[in-house]
């Protein structure tokens, strides 16, 4: 029976955490078995500052992961930087390992062995990556000594951020929402995104077996009946296009029963320069996204 | 949990196939009882398997025909009314990851494969199972790019299957019986086995995945009565061995150049045509100087004997991961008879099949890899396209300009159509060591900083100039395959989710459905009881669609 199979590879998957499972077999029968620790169930990393284990997890890294964390693990378009020492998925080697075996469901972050990119890693090289990452992490994260206090008023007040995001549920919609961005993205990503937004686009909603996420492009639509509206795309297909407008109301529309479709990929965020939000203000506010993010 | 036992082969089996057990020995019964059980699985002899085309209903083999085409002369669905298709059933398989099979349908009856090596057999009208199979894989098989099957091949009572721990096996296809079950490899080597293979006369001919972990590649052919292996060809020659020439040292005995799919079969000259895959590693040329015979090329074999006719090779000393495991598909032109193929690498290729010779390569994708052609038209590398610790910009990309999906040729539009993929990569390089079963590329590969997203088309290849003749345009690269029908429509899918009918002469689209989940399968067509069915795989489910 296919579903016992089943069940049987999702307990292999978390035995680290679930030292016993059960099993309803194909008698009917409840089945207890405890499940004896193996390596695979090891709290400490066995090549816990080895440097030739960290330079095999480096290429590990580089067929694996650099794709989305980017090389060096400084963080690319598609995943986090992974240089700080805290991981808002823990931060032990037990739990690292637990974040690259299982992924993070509901995110881009793929379990192991199921990406595009790469083959999957033995529990050994899973180690060795774990190396890697150690190696490259910055021991005083490079924070702007920013005052997170001060950077939350301006956040909420006369940058007007909150007009657009949200954050742990309070502020706007039409941007994404910024709750997890501080501990999700690096510094100069966070940065860029308000000093140039255009330069690259946030990610939006990324569906479970689609390669490319969707981007929070810029568009602007007539309707039949000569309605316009402009906003951000939530979603698109060939046929299709959901949007969120500048009100935060959302639309789903049909392309060709549209009179116009532009889209753009200037950011629907203006870019805030050194005159309208000084590079002490802006600090402030990273200083307040990565304090929100760490959270 | 390692040493756990796992259940061993798992099967169930409803009722109805008693009632075909029953039904089949009493061959009287069956008219009277049809409307009780599905109808009945006639042997798939080879005759059969060779006049695929004079029994439409049915799909015999992965790509509908020897030639390759994944064309169908049904009609009942076409132009006029694509209109209002429905969907008929799906089936879900309860698997995660891709699902890419291409089922067959041999009188009434659908077989499939699915995620961690499924099978399964349904009763095509209903979509409800018969008999279901799922191999008990070891716990430490890590395939690349997926726990995928492709899907299966037929004769006489048997359905074939490649699996991801490299053994071929035959089931019984009336109950799901395993009739064998024999090692191709040790998958420990990180052999896989993911392709539908191809049965010609009583041979199983197949070959192997692995070129991420420094495998050496090969075909091979069994007998289908028994399992017993008749020949194999090694797509990395040996010393002594024409070819052996072309590997620098011993990276031969780790030179990858994997055959992942499909092949196809030209009787009038028994000749059988597989295309081969990467050299190992696949982005880093260092260590392996030499042009990687038979990497990346296409190889005309004899079916009895595995012996090389010739080959041509598409790229030579690859270091983009530019595999040519595309259908090689058989097409006349006059008195010609040609290959088409629509390369991972960007050109489309017109090789005579009689000789191996290269008539024409023309770029259907943006390719920045080669900028001139030899002497023969064959597009070169440029010195500079090689990847770089640093990073170097590549179209295409490393899934290339296509992929596994499946083209289609239609001969009543004398078109070729194509997923084509426009995404560019920055390609790096990684010196890795090889360790045995141990991922082996050499290389990392990152989506570039364009500004613009990647996108992708459906594209209509004209043959006889490499003209695209129209282009139907998706959001983002995706992993759908083609279907041409005699009805003039052309099927596909994409990675938004959408299955759509487009009219095959001028690229318009006439209907679609949302699946609900990327299209990561080649679609495929059949008709039950004068009704045809177009069906896709798409999320874990398999749709079928037909007229209301």
Known sequence: MPSLWIGLQIIRRRDWLIRFSCVLTAAAMLVCAVVAPSAFAQEKNPYAGDAKAAKLGEFQFRANCAFCHGLGARGGGRGPDLTRAQKRHGSSDSELFRTINDGVPGTAMPPNGATQQGVGMTEEEIWQVISYIRSVQVKAPAQPMGDASHGKQLFYGSAACSTCHMIQGKGGRLGPDLSTTGSARSTDYIVESMRNPSRRLAQGISEAMKEFSQEYETITVVTGDGQKFMGVVLNEDHFTVQMMDTRENLHLFEKDKLRSLEKSRESLMPAYDPKSLSDKDLQDIVAYLLLVGAQ | MKNASMPHESKSRLLATLGMAVLSSLPIAIAALSFLAPPSSAQVTAQRLLDAGKEPQNWLMYSGDYAGRRYSTLEQINSENAASLAPKWAYQTMGGGKFETTPLVVDGILYGTGQDDRVFALDARSGRPIWQYQ??????????????????????????????????????????????????????????????????????????????????????????????????????????????????????????????????????????????????????????????????????????????????????????????????????????????????????????????????????????????????????????????????????????????????????????????????????????????????????????????????????????????????????????????????????????????????????????????????????????????????????????????
């Not at chain 2, 048997?158 to 053994?167: E, I, N, P, R, W």
């Not at chain 2, 270091?319 to 008879?337: F, S």
């Not at chain 2, 610790?389 to 009543?412: F, K, L």
Request: glycine share 12%.
């Open chain 2, 135 to 548: 191999r008990a894989l070891p716990g430490d098989i890590r395939p690349c790019c997926g726990r995928v099957n492709r899907g299966l091949a037929i004769l006489g009572d048997k359905v074939f299957l490649g699996t991801l721990d490299a053994h071929v096996m035959a089931l019984d296809a009336k109950t799901g019986n395993v009739a064998w079950d024999v090692t191709a490899v040790d998958y420990r080597g990180g052999y896989s086995i993911t392709l539908a293979p191809l049965v010609i006369k009583n041979l199983v001919i197949i070959g192997v995945s692995g070129g991420e972990y420094g495998i050496r590649g090969f075909i091979d052919a069994y007998d289908a009565a028994t399992g017993e292996r008749k020949w194999r060809f090694y797509t990395v020659p040996g010393p002594g061995e024409p070819g052996h020439e072309t590997w620098e040292g011993d990276s031969w005995e780790i030179g990858g150049a994997p055959a992942w799919i499909t092949g196809t079969y030209d009787p009038v000259t028994n000749t059988t045509y597989w295309t081969t895959g990467n050299p190992s590693p696949s982005n880093r040329g260092e260590g392996r100087a030499g042009d990687n015979l038979y990497s990346n090329s296409l190889l005309a074999l004899e079916p009895e004997t595995g012996k090389l006719k010739w080959y041509f090779q598409f790229s030579k000393h690859d270091e983009h991961d530019y595999d040519a495991t595309q259908v090689p598909v058989l097409v006349e032109q006059g008195n010609k008879h040609l290959i088409l193929q629509a390369n991972r690498n960007g050109f489309f290729y017109v090789i005579d099949r009689v000789n191996g010779k290269l008539i024409n390569a023309n770029a259907y994708a943006k390719v920045t890899w080669s900028d001139s052609k030899d002497a023969s038209g064959t597009p070169i590398a440029r010195k500079d396209a090689s990847p770089t610790p640093e990073g170097n910009r590549v179209c295409p990309g490393a899934a290339g300009a296509t992929n596994w999906m499946s083209p289609t040729y239609d001969p009543q539009t004398k078109l070729f159509y194509v997923t084509a993929r426009e995404q560019c990569d920055i390609f790096s390089t990684a010196p890795q060591p090889y360790e045995a079963g141990h991922a082996y590329y050499g290389s990392a590969y990152f989506p570039n900083d364009d500004a613009a997203p990647f996108t992708g088309a459906l594209r209509a290849i004209e043959p006889s100039t490499g003209k695209i003749k129209w282009e139907w345009k998706h959001p983002s690269p995706t992993w759908s395959g083609v279907l041409s029908t005699a009805g003039g429509l052309v099927f596909s899918g994409d990675a938004e989710g959408n299955f759509i009918a487009l009219d095959a002469a001028s690229g318009k689209a006439l209907w679609h459905f949302q699946c609900g989940a990327s299209v990561y399968a080649s679609p495929m067509t059949f008709a039950v009881d004068g009704k045809q069915y177009v069906a896709v795989a798409a999320g874990s489910a398999l749709f079928t669609f037909a007229l209301p």
